[in-house]
């Protein structure tokens, strides 16, 4: 059973471009999270998501963030004209219905030029 | 606002000894968790304490809970240069499932 898939592990933009990055839950997993982590930090809660819905987004910048669960196919948190203070870690997790601990992925590093 | 603060911020012991962090929280909670993340990696589940636990144990691991003082502490007991990780505890925020609000975490370092 594999776990939380994220990708890409590494992603490099240049200020105004668009990030993508992608989170496959575990199988039977329906809810997915989304952190970032700066370093030397914790993690900031950003968004919770169940598929087609989005469950709290209280995290989420209000400006040029996004995400979406689609019915099929992975989480997709998408980043519009990056700065250079989105250069963090971005970590999905996921968990089954009703579950309390998350299962989370290697995360994926952003970084801004 | 965070809800998890830990202290201390770093900790450097040797192998064999025990290493204590504590976990300080401001609302009221249903359960707290403690996870621990290698450096670069994602983080991983190491125990769940309920509100209405006051002890829990498992392997070197031993989590205490003080829901009237808000805290928890994490004891690793004989502790082995593997354990050199982050270790963060993480709340509710008093509603069943949904998210999880992190703490700043605590750097142990074991040295052999």
């Known amino acids: 059973n594999a776990g939380v898939m994220q990708n890409p592990r590494h992603l490099v933009r240049r200020r105004g471009q668009e990030a993508r990055l992608r989170c496959s839950p575990m199988k039977g997993h329906s809810h997915v999270y989304w952190y970032r982590q700066l370093p030397e930090e914790g993690l900031k809660f950003m968004v919770y998501?169940?598929?087609?819905?989005?469950?709290?987004e209280s995290g989420m910048p209000k400006e040029r963030f996004s995400a979406e669960f689609p019915k099929e196919g992975p989480s997709i948190l998408r980043i519009q004209q990056v700065v250079r203070g989105d250069s963090a870690a971005y970590f999905c997790?996921?968990?089954?219905?009703?579950?309390?601990?998350?299962?989370f992925g290697s995360g994926t590093q952003l970084s801004v030029l | 606002s965070q809800q998890g603060e830990e202290d201390p911020q770093a900790l450097s012991i040797q192998e064999g000894e025990n290493a204590t962090m504590n976990c300080s929280y401001k609302?009221?909670?249903?359960?707290l968790q403690w996870y621990r993340q290698n450096s670069g990696r994602g983080l991983v589940h190491l125990i769940l304490?309920?509100?209405?636990?006051r002890e829990k144990h498992s392997g070197r691991l031993r989590v205490t809970l003080d829901t009237s003082k808000k805290s928890s502490s994490l004891l690793i007991t004989a502790s082995r240069a593997a354990d050199t990780a982050s270790y963060f505890c993480a709340t509710d925020d008093g509603n069943q499932g949904g998210k999880l609000i992190f703490g700043q975490g605590t750097e142990l370092s074991v040295k052999p």
């Open positions: 997790a996921s968990s089954p219905v009703g579950a309390e601990k998350l299962f």
């Open positions: 609302t009221s909670i249903n359960n």
């Open positions: 304490i309920r509100s209405n636990e």
């Open positions: 998501l169940q598929k087609e819905n989005i469950i709290d």
